[in-house]
């Protein structure tokens, strides 16, 4: 089974009572012995309920954003160190929904990517290009900018992170990339991340965007598509699994 790391991201969904049942269930339905890693991104009230629910398991667990500052008078935001705390893994950084919707920039992505790695976790680095770009030609150029910011301020760390490629256009649309379409943006954030540093030649490249049990194999199987960054369909369980096993 080729492939890494199958993440879920629940967005602004779940209760503690359907939570509750969803991890038992994630925890009781992948196999210890699994080749690939799975992880689920929830809410940050629900950190502690992961925690409780998947610690002891091959189950990962993280958050979904995390404030660039340490500490201090930021009323609302929440400190990568804070996160840590309740035993994240890892944390999405520059989700495309958090850039469109809440203005995050190059800049802010790159120092949340800093602000997690400094606290021991994992950032997952998402980067996308919109449909407009895409159809304009830009649409290399854009992740490969995105990127380039991040490097720019963590420098060699960047071999410590995880990479998502997740287009704008196939997010929560039910349009999800071609295995072509995908590969081929892969292939080139593989290299840049090669020329940036030899050792990130190996960060594990996620693809994200309406990825669904039926269309899972065929992009794993892509040369460059190391797993996913799942939305929508983390939300039911046997969906879930059955894209964490194609
Ligand atoms: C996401 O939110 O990261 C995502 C990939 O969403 P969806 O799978 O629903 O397209």
Known sequence: MPGKLVVGNWKMNGDLRHNDALLADLRAGWPVQAMREIAVCVPFPYLWQAQAALAGSVVRWGAQNVSEYA????????AAGMV??????YV???????????GETDAMVAAKASAALEAGMTPIV?????????????GEAVVVHQLDAVVSRIGRRIAETVLAYEPVWAIGTGRSATPE??????EVLRKRLRKHEAAAGSVPLLYGGSVKAGNAKALFACADIDGGL???????????????GA
Do not use: M, P
């Not at 998402?126 to 830009?138: F, I």
């Not at 379409?181 to 892969?186: D, E, T, W, Y």
């Open 230 to 244: 799942i939305g929508g369909a983390s939300l039911n369980v046997d969906e879930f699994l059955a894209i964490a």
């Open 84 to 89: 840590a705390e309740f035993g994240c893994k």
């Open 126 to 138: 998402c980067v996308g290009e919109s449909w407009a770009e895409r159809e304009s030609g830009a």
């Open 71 to 78: 500490r201090g008078a930021h009323t609302g935001e929440v």
């Open 92 to 102: 999405i950084v520059g989700h495309s929904e958090r850039r469109a919707l809440y």
């Open 181 to 186: 379409q995908a590969q081929a943006v892969h």
